[in-house]
T-cell receptor, first 110, second 113 residues
């Protein structure tokens, strides 16, 4: 079993749709959590950190469920520019071990 | 703005060659990382350095070595390149705090023929 698992997709959604991604992690001692975005042929960039209380940044909402060991990302009112791969990232062991999920591809179509 | 630069965007080498990939960051970050990214496998950590002259093996260190002589520079070395090391190589840096993001360089697409 992979330490961090994501549905690879692709998710094909129309503009304006709401789409949600989940990511599960296997190590209950994981300490910090992030969502990164990676555009085609570009480097990953931080989209948002994920806090225990959940957090929202505009159209994006991230949640952490420690009991079930998953994090989620919700995108509301999808834009064409949201088309990208979304990477789930988990830090363990004081951050020395950072594990990236393989990513979920999103295509938003007009 | 944090900037992480990598010495080459594209590199083609022959099997058995020694390959150096250089990474420089300008934000005085303590931690630096080397990953490779392959389709379906995501980013896998090769080596991590938490300070000058310090290094830790990641998940896939075999066939690689690293050097961190200065805080801003972290080098990845392929001692004898092989075709299965054809990949996208990404360098990243971060402050010591685990709660902060990693900043990535643009990547080096290495092809070993």
């Amino acid at each position: 079993r992979k330490e961090v698992e994501q549905d690879p997709g692709p998710f094909n959604v129309p503009e304006g749709a709401t789409v949600a991604f989940n990511c599960t992690y296997s190590n209950s001692a994981s300490q910090s959590f992030f969502w990164y975005r990676q555009d085609c042929r570009k480097e990953p960039k931080l989209l948002m950190s994920v806090y225990s209380s959940g957090n929202e940044d505009g159209r994006f909402t991230a949640q952490l469920n420690r009991a079930s060991q998953y994090i989620s990302l919700l995108i509301r009112d999808s834009k064409l520019s949201d088309s990208a791969t979304y990477l789930c990232v988990v830090n363990q062991n004081g951050g020395f071990k950072t594990i990236f999920g393989a990513g979920t591809r999103l295509f938003v179509k007009a | 703005d944090v900037k992480v630069t990598q010495s080459s965007r594209y590199l083609v080498k022959r099997t058995g060659e020694k390959v150096f990939l250089e990474c420089v960051q300008d934000m005085d970050h303590e931690n630096m990382f080397w990953y490779r990214q392959d389709p379906g496998l995501g980013l896998r950590l090769i080596y991590f350095s938490y300070d000058v002259k310090m290094k830790e093996k990641g998940d896939i260190p075999e066939g690689y070595s690293v050097s961190r002589e200065k805080k801003e520079r972290f080098s990845l070395i392929l001692e004898s390149a092989s075709t299965n090391q054809t990949s996208m190589y990404l360098c990243a840096s971060r402050t010591t705090s685990v709660d902060y993001e990693q900043y990535f360089g643009p990547g080096t697409r290495l092809t070993v023929t």
